[in-house]
């Protein structure tokens, strides 16, 4: 009996398979779906290509924006991973493109007393830029950002190139339906999905000049301290002594962290899983306060009078279909607290100045919203610029704002914050 009964079920789960199998087929059969994906090629470079002597160019051109930062009546532009295009801003009305900082690998920057910290792919350079003709390295801190991997033979990985090929796959391929996958030694990427190709010792806070830079900044200056972030870790340097930093403390954080806010005494860090929230009483080695979770999106954060504004969006290796604003009460810096939550087009970087926000729409421009009732922002959007596309603004007083985006440089007179009225515009090239 027991023979038979094995037989039976046998006979019964094949009959299923089999019916499995036929649907499935037919399922393929009628199936005329196909995904677009976009072709990448991965980059490799040897040490000896990138640490080099930093040096200063006749300006040129921008071909691509990247994150911004304000100094010296100058304003510094990164183009991506090649260098810093400086523009003299001393008339906003008619910035003058003046020099190209050469620095392969180059993303994030922040500037004290003319000393420049910046990243050169995985190493973080010290350069003293007092003559911006001539700039000197004073000293090289290797294998600090840690997002690049090293592959022997082919050096660091340090992103993708595209090739200009297109892929349609088919929904019968078992890789119809992912964001992205491996190739023929190509990675290719679901069309819909963006991909980014993944600053003299002694000087006291009354004497210090420190620039200033965008939400979307991975460094931060702080009292003697210079705070960086690579994809998991907070990194401490003592910068009393510019010419040679030290790094005082490496504290995890989480992976995909991706912005660095200091706000009192403490540092807020966005990440694409949520805001985390480090206590710097102690500078050497900061310590985890609290945090506040979100779904996966990516996130710059600014932070004014105890009030948190972060950013959500899609479209990005974040993967989500978020695209909102999210205010938080930091008040008990221990336990944040959602005010609320707004829903926006595609919001990017942001500041704050008095009492109004200035969020970044990326292709839908530039949003102004009085913060007087923070549980109505969206009734009380104020102005709204359109027509260009804005990643990430600096407010640098309370009549003047710079907003970067895809097109270039623009700068607003925001003395009537209801009506901007444009300054000037930086173009990248056509």
Same mark, same amino acid.
Not at 142 to 156: A, C, P, Q
């Given at each position: ?16 398979? @089999? ?11 009628? $199936? ?11 980059? &490799?470079?040897? *040490? ?29 532009? #990164? ?11 001393? +008339? ?6 003046? *020099? ?17 910290? *910046?990243? #050169?792919?995985?190493?973080?350079? !010290? ?5 911006? #003709? ?6 090289? /801190? ?28 088919? $929904?019968?391929? =078992? #890789? ?17 999905i963006s991909v980014d190709n993944g600053v003299p ?15 979307? *900044?991975?460094?931060?200056? @702080?009292?003697?301290?210079? &705070?960086?972030i690579n994809q998991s870790d907070l990194i401490s ?59 996966d999106a990516c996130d710059p954060v600014f932070v004014?009078? /105890? ?39 595609? =919001?990017?970087?942001? !500041? ?20 007087? +009732?923070?549980?109505?922002? /969206? ?17 640098? !007083? ?14 607003? +007179? ?17």
């Amino acid at each position: 009996m027991k023979n038979i009964s094995n037989l039976k079920h046998l006979l019964f789960f094949t009959t299923l398979l @089999v019916f499995g199998l036929s649907i499935t087929s037919c399922l393929e059969d009628d $199936c005329n779906e196909t995904q677009r994906f976009i072709e990448f090629e991965q980059i &490799y470079v040897q *040490a000896e290509e990138f640490r080099i002597p930093v040096t200063t160019e006749s300006p040129r051109e921008m071909e691509e924006t990247g994150k911004f930062y304000f100094y010296n009546n100058n304003i510094l532009i #990164n183009e991506r991973n090649k260098g810093i295009h400086v523009i003299d801003n001393t +008339d906003p009305k008619s910035p003058q493109n003046i *020099a190209f900082i050469n620095i392969p690998g180059n993303l994030d920057i922040a500037i004290r007393d003319n000393i420049l910290y *910046a990243d #050169n792919y995985v190493d973080l350079l !010290s350069i003293d830029i007092n003559d911006i #003709n001539n700039p000197t390295i004073l000293c090289r /801190d290797e294998e600090v950002f840690t997002n690049y991997g090293f592959s022997d033979g082919l050096g660091y990985f340090v992103g993708y190139s595209e090739t200009g090929r297109t892929i349609e796959v088919e $929904c019968g391929d =078992p #890789n119809f339906g992912s964001d992205n996958f491996q190739r023929g030694g190509f990675e290719l990427w679901d069309s819909n999905i963006s991909v980014d190709n993944g600053v003299p010792t002694g000087a006291n806070e009354n004497t210090r000049r420190d620039g200033q830079g965008g939400s979307f *900044a991975r460094f931060s200056l @702080v009292g003697e301290y210079l &705070y960086v972030i690579n994809q998991s870790d907070l990194i401490s340097y003592n910068i009393e002594s510019p010419e040679k930093p030290e790094k005082t403390n490496t504290t995890s954080v989480a992976w995909n962290i991706e912005t660095l806010f200091p706000y009192e005494n403490h540092l807020f860090i966005g990440s694409q899983t949520g805001l985390f929230i480090y206590s710097i009483s102690n500078p050497d080695s900061p310590e985890y306060t609290s945090d506040f979770r979100h779904a996966d999106a990516c996130d710059p954060v600014f932070v004014k009078d /105890d009030i948190a504004y972060v950013t959500l969006r899609n479209g990005t290796f974040c993967q989500n279909f978020i695209n909102q604003l999210d205010v938080l009460d930091v008040s008990d810096i221990t336990n944040p607290k959602l005010i609320e939550s707004y829903d926006m087009d595609h =919001p990017h970087g942001l !500041s704050i100045r008095d009492n109004n926000l200035y969020l970044c729409e990326g292709e839908h421009g530039l949003k102004v919203f009085s913060l007087e +009732d923070l549980n109505k922002i /969206d009734e009380n959007r104020i102005d709204h610029v359109k027509d260009f596309d804005a990643f990430d603004a600096i407010s640098l !007083s309370s009549d003047h704002l710079l907003v970067v985006g895809a097109g270039g440089l623009h700068q607003f +007179d925001t003395s009537d914050p209801s009506d901007l009225e444009d300054l000037s515009y930086f173009p990248t090239k056509k």
